[in-house]
């Protein structure tokens, strides 16, 4: 076979010409489900129909029991149907202009169409990928911590045939930023505007709408929206209020009395500004800031600080949704089941189910300590002498299921860890700043690999925003548009990790083409398939001249 050969095409088509057997890594990055940045191909939604079709990332595939909308994934459930239950006794939803109001609720269980989807979809490629795969291999790839998502993913793994008996790794990076809600600063905001505020305000303007005879789709055509009033009526997710604008438009309208003027008119309550800070990341997003930076903390950026204003936002200072700053991602290891009884009968018959430990232990020129006190015994730690520091001197240390590449993040232990010293090792370094350490997502030069004769294009995820990162892209241009490009040195390691020397590597959702430059730097033959076609000619440069780096090297 040829060393590289790329396929702009649908996975699930292009999967089936594939010779059975004839994988020995599955090495990728699929969507997570998580509707990001809003691109199409991650957003999802199961529909049941009598048709029972997939539309969705591959238009016109079957998939039994299931029929996804649009060009992707629809977005995640929000909070009106996941959330939002309906009472069995008094047959109320949760939240709503009229919400259950029972002493003892007892609540419908919901499952959650878009997870189920999820599932489903991952069962879906899963399957197709697993009978291309030689028994005994890997399938490995990364996904989001998130814990819905990430079990939903391990389920449709196992319900498509493979075993999920081991550890997965994890990767550590610095470089995510939190976006959390300031529950202080939403208090504020709203200023003492609730749900039972709006109720008396959504039943006079369903009284003035039937008096004057109007349906709720005339009054909308009367205002140019689509279904705006219905929210203001009340749904029963809740009710929300229009805008002063739309407010006057309806007085005239409905002939609406004065009553509800300062509801409306009410705005949120000012904070008061008690000095400036200065970020380079969007842990801000919301706040007023001045000056721009490219969310690497290389520009400086400055923010208001305010205090809260009502006893409530006081009461609460400090206090956020839980949306931690994201330090890790998983990546997930399958198998494939083997079709010998041992490890090493698989190894024998076709160069499976075994992992090349010594290709990837943790180089080290250091003697130290492990503090903590593991004396090493008869080839292995022994702890029974817990209150002692080991000594270690060998030259490279036996690899974890946890990767970083900065030894000061995990102290002297972190030798064990360090995949910034392997890639040295190994001469695979394209530029100082590629460390993914420092840089949760490659650096530039990293993902323009090839791209230099490529004419940017201006980035916009729709947010009106000057940082410069993955959610807030609006000011910058980019010659790899692909917003979750994954480091190549990850990627490397794991590639020499589950695959054997000269072994084939598939890559189903290749995207930008780090993976295919992964194996064009540790020799392993490639396939890669991507439906995008901007993404498939990205992709296609990058490793096209990784491959050209790699000759010249020789």
Not at 467 to 482: I, M, S, Y
């Amino acid at each position: 076979m040829n060393k590289f050969e790329l396929f702009n095409e649908d996975c699930l088509k292009k999967l089936k010409d594939l010779s059975d057997e004839s994988i020995d890594l599955v090495l990728s990055d699929p969507p997570y489900g998580l509707e990001f940045m809003g691109k199409d191909w991650d957003k999802f939604s199961k529909i049941e129909s009598n048709k029972k079709r997939w539309e969705g990332k591959r238009k016109g595939k079957m998939i039994e029991g299931i029929e996804f909308e649009g060009t992707g994934f629809k977005t995640l459930l929000s909070f009106n149907f996941s959330n939002n239950l309906k009472c069995k006794v008094c047959g109320h939803y949760q939240f709503s202009g009229t919400p259950c109001k029972c002493e003892k609720p007892e609540w419908e269980q919901r499952t959650n169409p878009h997870l189920e989807g999820y599932q489903n979809f991952t069962t879906q490629w899963a399957s197709a990928v697993l009978p291309k795969m030689k028994a005994g291999s890997f399938l490995v790839f990364t996904m989001s911590p998130r814990q819905d998502l990430l079990w939903r993913c391990l389920a449709g793994l196992e319900k498509a045939g493979f075993e999920l008996k081991h550890s997965g790794l994890f990767w550590l990076y610095h470089t995510g930023f939190p976006k959390a809600s300031d529950v202080s600063k939403g208090i504020d905001k709203r200023n003492n505007r609730t749900q039972e505020t709006y109720i008396p305000f959504g039943r006079y303007l369903k009284e003035k709408r039937n008096e004057k005879g109007l349906s709720m789709n005339q009054i909308d055509s009367m205002l140019g929206t689509n279904t705006a009033y219905s929210w203001w009526e009340g749904r029963k997710a809740g009710i929300q209020l229009p805008s002063k604008d739309f407010y006057l438009k309806l007085k005239s309208i409905l002939d609406l009395d004065n009553r509800f003027d300062e509801l409306i008119e009410r705005t949120e309550a000012e904070r008061k500004i008690v000095g400036k800070s200065n970020t380079g990341y969007s842990e801000i997003m919301g706040s007023k800031v001045e000056g721009k930076g490219n969310g690497l903390g290389n520009e400086v950026l400055k923010y208001d600080i305010t205090e809260p204003n009502l006893e409530d936002a006081k009461r609460w200072s400090g206090f956020k949704s839980f949306s931690l700053k994201p330090a890790v991602e998983c990546i997930v290891v399958a198998q494939k089941p083997k079709s010998e009884k041992t490890i090493v009968g698989q190894v024998l018959d076709n160069g499976c189910g075994a992992v090349n430990i010594e290709s990837c232990r943790i180089p080290t020129d250091e003697t130290g300590l492990i503090k903590g006190g593991c004396k090493f015994k008869s080839g292995h730690f022994d702890n029974s002498e817990n209150t002692m520091d080991s000594e270690y001197s060998n030259d490279s240390r036996f690899p974890a299921n946890l990767l970083v590449s900065e030894k000061n993040v995990l102290s002297k232990n972190s030798c064990m860890y360090d995949l910034n010293a392997w890639a040295l090792k190994r001469n695979i370094t394209l530029t100082e700043d590629s460390a993914f350490f420092d840089v949760a997502k490659p650096s530039k030069k990293e993902k323009n690999l090839g791209l230099d004769k490529v004419v940017p294009e201006k980035v916009n995820d729709g947010r009106k925003a000057f940082v410069d990162n993955a959610f807030q892209r609006g000011e910058t241009l980019r010659k790899n548009v692909h917003p979750t490009t994954k480091p190549v040195k990850l990627f490397c390691y794991l590639s020499e990790l589950f695959c054997q020397p000269n072994g084939v590597v598939l890559d189903c959702f290749m995207g930008s083409g780090t993976t295919g430059v992964a194996c064009a730097k540790m020799n392993k033959h490639f396939i890669g398939i991507e439906l995008n076609k901007e993404y498939f000619e990205i992709a296609e440069k990058r490793i096209t001249e990784a491959s050209k780096q790699i000759k010249l090297g020789e």
